[in-house]
């Protein structure tokens, strides 16, 4: 189905009138909805995978997945939470097909106490340390802000294995990262 609303009227609207249009086939509304979000999905697998052109790649991936799968959502205010599984669930599968990450970073991280952009590269080789379920998990609890009980919904695995990789995790990325702490006092 055709676009049927005007590009400068869904700037406009409301995300569940955008979602119930994009529900109903309405192509320039999904492409509003993906103009909202494109940029959080993008950040969100590249923090996982680290590259940024298969993060790139995922996050269109996830894209194509949700507006395929729009029919399955029951209401526009589960819109967010629907989309962050695909988002998950697209990782996921990537992981297994790819079996991506194993192991890949064997040397020390190098602590700039430079800016801002030096300081995210270093949390992003940080991460890359992490088991995969514990950089899904921590960025999940802290990139997305996401409770325990959320991740667990998202993720399937059990509670304890979730509260278990994010704590573990952080204190990993704590010793990683311990350079910024000595610089900054």
């Known amino acids: 189905m055709k676009g049927t609303a ?10 569940p009138l955008i979602v119930a249009l994009a529900c109903a086939g309405d192509e320039s509304a999904f492409t509003e909805l993906i103009r909202r979000r494109h940029e959080r999905v993008r950040k ?19 894209f194509i997945t949700a507006w395929q799968s729009l029919h399955q959502l029951r209401t526009a ?7 962050k599984r695909i ?10 097909r790819r079996k991506l990450l194993s192991g890949q970073v064997d040397t020390e991280i190098p602590v700039d106490t430079g800016g801002a952009i030096e300081k995210r590269l270093d949390l992003d080789a940080a991460l ?43 204190t990993q990325l704590r010793c990683l990262l311990a350079g910024y702490a000595e610089n900054d006092r």
């Open 44 to 62: 969100f697998m590249y923090h996982l995978c680290r590259q940024p052109s298969l993060g790139d790649d995922l996050a269109q991936l996830v």
């Open 128 to 170: 890359a340390r992490l088991s995969t379920d514990a950089r899904l998990c921590v960025v999940l609890a802290y990139e997305e802000g996401l409770t325990h009980p959320e991740i667990v919904a998202l993720t399937g695995m059990p509670p304890g294995t979730v509260k278990s990789h994010i704590t573990r995790g952080a």
């Open 6 to 15: 005007s590009a400068a009227d869904l700037r406009q609207a409301a995300d």
């Open 77 to 83: 205010a589960a819109f967010d939470g629907w989309l």
């Open 87 to 96: 988002m998950v669930t697209t990782w996921l599968a990537e992981v297994r």
